[in-house]
T-cell receptor, first 109, second 114 residues
Framework: EDKVVQSPLSLVVHEGDTVTLNCSYE??????LLWYKQEKKAPTFLFML????IEKKSGRLSSILDKKELSSILNITATQTGDSAIYLC?????????FGAGTTVTVRA | DAMVIQNPRYQVTQFGKPVTLSCSQT?????MYWYQQKSSQAPKLLFH???????NEADTPDNFQSRRPNTSFCFLDIRSPGLGDAAMYLC?????????????FGQGTRLTVV
């Protein structure tokens, strides 16, 4: 059965800290791994990763995929209170998009 | 410039009374998804369409049905809503290619069952 596991499930940090979120997967016919940010509304797209070892960056966020280890990390540097959200890792295979349980990040001022 | 539109944003229905949620898209994407998301949980895939090809998740209850009359529209029918079906229902679309499988989400419909 395909699955994706995120860790930690939740964490609390202070503004300015760096956060590293993990996502590991066991997926047949793997096509891509995606990261989404969800506040009190629908998920918003952050990154899509298909190739191992190529870092994607957007401002203070970055992500990389390791196909050998079947995992991905999402880094957030210099965290701000606006980064407080649930971060969802998802995989696609056979055109399905399925989510992990998410990591709840709380950034305290 | 909304690209994936869900109606209504909020829906209150009575226990056991059939309800239909709708989703429309202007992206001409061939894949459409329906997710159920309960409080503090990740979105759970109910089913998806690849063009007209319907794909049901094994653990989606029979109470949930879907229709896709054309590329732009997709409906989620809940035949007899129970209290446990109260959730946010998210519609998403994608046009998978070798290089891109990003999904675009609507704003969701929050369903309350009374």
């Amino acid at each position: 059965e395909d699955k994706v596991v995120q860790s930690p499930l939740s964490l609390v940090v202070h503004e300015g800290d760096t956060v590293t979120l993990n996502c590991s997967y066991e997926v047949t016919n793997f096509r891509s791994l995606l990261w989404y940010k969800q506040e009190k509304k629908a998920p918003t797209f952050l990154f899509m990763l298909t190739s191992s070892g190529i870092e994607k960056k957007s401002g203070r966020l970055s992500s990389i995929l390791d196909k050998k280890e079947l995992s991905s990390i999402l880094n957030i540097t210099a965290t701000q209170t606006g980064d407080s959200a649930i971060y969802l890792c998802a995989f696609t295979n056979d055109y399905k998009l399925s989510f992990g349980a998410g990591t709840t990040v709380t950034v305290r001022a | 410039d909304a690209m994936v539109i869900q109606n209504p944003r909020y829906q209150v229905t009575q226990f056991g009374k059939p309800v239909t949620l709708s989703c429309s898209q202007t992206l001409n994407h061939n894949v459409m998804y329906w997710y159920q998301q309960k409080s503090s949980q990740a979105p759970k895939l109910l089913f998806h369409y690849y063009d007209k090809d319907f794909n049901n998740e094994a653990d989606t209850p029979d109470n949930f049905q879907s229709r896709r009359p054309n590329t732009s529209f997709c409906f989620l029918d809940i035949r007899s809503p129970g209290l446990g079906d109260a959730a946010m229902y998210l519609c998403a679309t994608s046009r998978p290619t070798a290089m891109n499988t990003e999904a675009f989400f609507g704003q969701g419909t929050r369903l309350t069952v009374v």
